[in-house]
């Protein structure tokens, strides 16, 4: 039995796992910018190509880089394997066209990605696969939208931009007991700061994109897991081709190792703006709301402690004057990048209305929550007074 104090902590692995060496001996993780890979005969390659003997093959499914990432994440969510994917929603699709078929059936949070949406209202619903929305704080939501062929749950904890929390040990009983999955878009916290299966959650999805790259460079996602359930999304990727190139894989490697610094940093000095917003800005009338799980008004705040010991680095707060006022506040920034992106070591701000989410219709928007006085700042590494300064701008007009 191994002792468990020879297993590597999480600043260790964000460095280490994963790393493999070619004959160069290469202190850095080397970046493989090739597209195949040779054989030393016709046997060796049929061997390869069978699976009966180990290699890498073609970069669209197997690459030195992206498997390195792969391996790197897996530690670190505490996952059994991983695959890499182009983005964040081809992760989440892959997921979904890897694991499900004609005639099942999905549950899945309304406080979603703008782009979740139109992925399981229209393309997984033309293809057969049916999709319940639920509140996602709402338990007894999850238990009556379960179908006898409900196959996965889906949800984001915490949600964009409002950041809903959802009791992942709870819904993923609710899962268990029907034999469906649950998967979590851990976007967000990333784990870092949590990790969904350690509370019961079967599959992690990442937008890598995100906090994983940390600066803004690369578009890359991810799905965590068992070997069991990844390799059917594996064999998606390979063939519809939504691999994720070995330059981005570099990156967000790259990215990984300073993770938990980023992650601890940002998270505090978002707790730190967002005390601020609410305690200088609510009382005039400018702001009706803050939204941010490490504020005590949340109405999640007990459960996002019990999760997380930070909540992250995006917050939102809502305007009264609406579309015009959030418009002025994001048009008056100097500094802030006006952007829909975020995990970013850069302070982004953008109107989730007519961004993220402009492809929901308005009564859509509004089950979500997004109003359009909402405005979400993903808070960066910068000053927070600096930051304040910049939003204060026309909050005081």
Partial sequence: MTDSSDQPDFDTLAV?????????????????????????????????????EPGFLYSRFTNPTVTMFQQRLAALEGAQDCIATATGMAAIAATVFGLLKQGDHMVSSR??????????????????????????????????????????????????????????????????????????????L??????????????VIHSATKYLDGQGRVLAGAVCGATSLIEPIYMYVRTAGSSLSPFNAWVCLKGMETLRL???????????????????????????????????????????????????????????????????????????????????TKTTITHPATTTHARLSA???????????????????ESVDDIERDLARTLGR
């Fill in 16 to 52: 280490r796992a994963g790393r493999m060496q070619s004959d160069f001996q290469e202190h850095a993780e080397a970046l493989f910018l090739t597209s195949s890979f040779t054989y030393k005969s016709a046997a060796e390659a049929a061997r390869k190509f069978a699976n009966q």
């Fill in 111 to 188: 406080s979603v990605f703008g782009t979740v949406v139109p992925l399981f209202d229209q393309i997984a619903a033309r293809l057969g696969i049916e999709t319940t929305w639920v509140d996602g704080s709402d338990l007894d939501a999850w238990r009556a939208a379960m179908r006898p062929n409900t196959r996965l749950l889906f949800c984001e904890m915490p949600s964009n931009p409002l950041n809903e929390y959802v009791d992942v040990d709870a819904v993923a009983a609710i899962a268990h007991e029907r034999d469906a999955l649950l998967a979590v878009d851990n976007c967000l």
């Fill in 190 to 203: 990333t784990p870092a700061l949590f990790r969904p299966l350690a509370h019961g959650a079967d599959l």
């Fill in 262 to 344: 980023r992650m601890e940093a940002q998270s505090g000095k978002t707790l730190e703006l967002a005390r601020r917003l609410e305690q200088k800005w609510l009382k005039t009338g400018v702001l009706r709301r803050v939204w941010y799980g490490g504020l005590e008004s949340h109405p999640q705040h007990a459960l996002a402690k019990r999760l997380a010991p930070m909540q992250g680095a995006v917050l939102a707060f809502e305007l009264s004057g609406g579309q015009e006022a959030a418009w002025r506040v994001i048009d008056a920034c100097k500094m802030i990048s006006i952007t829909a992106n975020l995990g970013d």
């Fill in 363 to 381: 009564a859509e928007r509004a089950a979500a929550g997004i109003s359009d006085g909402l405005v979400r700042v993903a808070v960066g590494l």
